[in-house]
């Protein structure tokens, strides 16, 4: 059972809405595998107080704290230092301490090469990469492969400026269409389509017949699990990676920034499959 004393070292996430956030499960699950004396909770911050929570954690002697929105772009803003990916980006995920510094990370992207990695054995490296997407999520997973060495990354969508900022982010990015994904080794929804409650499946418009067995697609989408897309994708024979493994591997990441320690994965996922 956790005991909070005067010793226990607090971690949190901050955003707006926050209550349904999953991560002080994933991340309480981790503290309890390695008998550490950390506490990770949630603390709603309204929208323009983001770099209020970072002074905040400097006062109250916070060891960490995840990001999520609408507090992305102002706590990139209010760090002491940014990592390449977090300058690239705009958006920070996590803010760690080194020394007497606050640091701001963004573990989206590589948790979600990691999670690849991980789920199916994919190595991006040299792959063609169809990203569906050009919000906060997609910016960080074209980085990410773009870092990791993929060959091609092309990025689709609805608005069409967005799209040509977010595929300037790797010197292998471009602007494509739907028809590209005949032609991808990994197709990414990157979009919040699919998501319960968010915008219709149908909206992606994409033509399962452009889905095949050489490909993996990924959703980035969790709730729900099994997503319209990647069912269309394991009727073409695809190999289908959902998104709960980026959830695990972005938590797992900042555990490691935060405690210095490898993440115990195996109970971080299992808090996940397994929340009560
Ligand atoms: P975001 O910044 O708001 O971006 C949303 C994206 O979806 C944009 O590209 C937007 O296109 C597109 N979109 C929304 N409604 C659409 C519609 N009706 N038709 C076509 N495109 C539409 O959101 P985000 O933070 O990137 O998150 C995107 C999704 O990823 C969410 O479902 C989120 O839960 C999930 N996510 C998962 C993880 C994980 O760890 N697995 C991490 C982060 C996010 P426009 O640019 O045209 O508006």
Redesign the pocket.
């Known amino acids: 059972m956790l005991k909070v004393t005067a010793e226990t070292r607090l971690v949190g996430v901050i955003g707006d809405p926050v209550r349904h956030s999953r991560s002080p499960l994933i991340h309480n699950a981790g503290f309890e595998a390695l008998a550490l004396d950390w506490v990770y909770t949630a603390f709603p911050v309204r929208a323009g107080d983001g770099a209020a929570a970072v002074r905040a954690m400097r006062v109250l002697g916070i060891e960490g704290l995840s990001v999520t929105?609408p507090h992305k772009d102002a706590v990139a803003a209010a760090v002491d230092r940014r990592t390449p990916a977090v300058d690239a980006l705009g958006a920070c995920n996590c803010v760690a301490r080194e020394g007497d510094e606050l640091v701001g990370h963004n573990t989206?992207g590589d948790?979600f090469v990691a999670a690849l990695r991980a789920e199916v054995g994919m190595d991006v490296a040299g792959v063609c990469a169809v990203v569906l997407?050009?919000?906060?999520?997609?910016r960080a997973i074209i980085d990410a492969l773009g870092r990791a060495g993929a060959d091609r990354i092309i990025v689709v969508?609805?608005?069409a400026a967005?799209a040509e900022r977010a595929a300037e982010l790797s010197d292998r990015g471009r602007v494509g269409s739907l028809d590209d994904i005949a032609s991808a080794d990994l197709v990414v929804n990157?979009?919040?389509?699919g998501?319960a409650g968010?915008?219709?499946p149908a909206?992606?418009g994409l033509d399962p017949a452009l889905l095949h067995p050489q490909q993996v697609v990924a959703d980035?989408?969790?709730?729900p699990l099994r997503t319209p897309l990647m069912v269309a994708a394991e009727q073409a024979g695809a190999t289908v990676v959902g998104?709960?493994g980026?959830?695990l591997h972005?938590a797992a990441a900042q555990f490691e920034l935060w405690t210095g320690l490898a993440a115990p994965l195996e109970a971080m996922r299992s808090a996940l499959d397994h929340p009560c």
């Open positions: 929105m989206d948790g997407g050009a919000g906060g999520a997609a969508n609805r608005t967005k990157a979009t919040s389509i998501m968010g915008p219709s909206g992606i980035i989408v969790y709730q998104g709960l980026m959830l972005q």
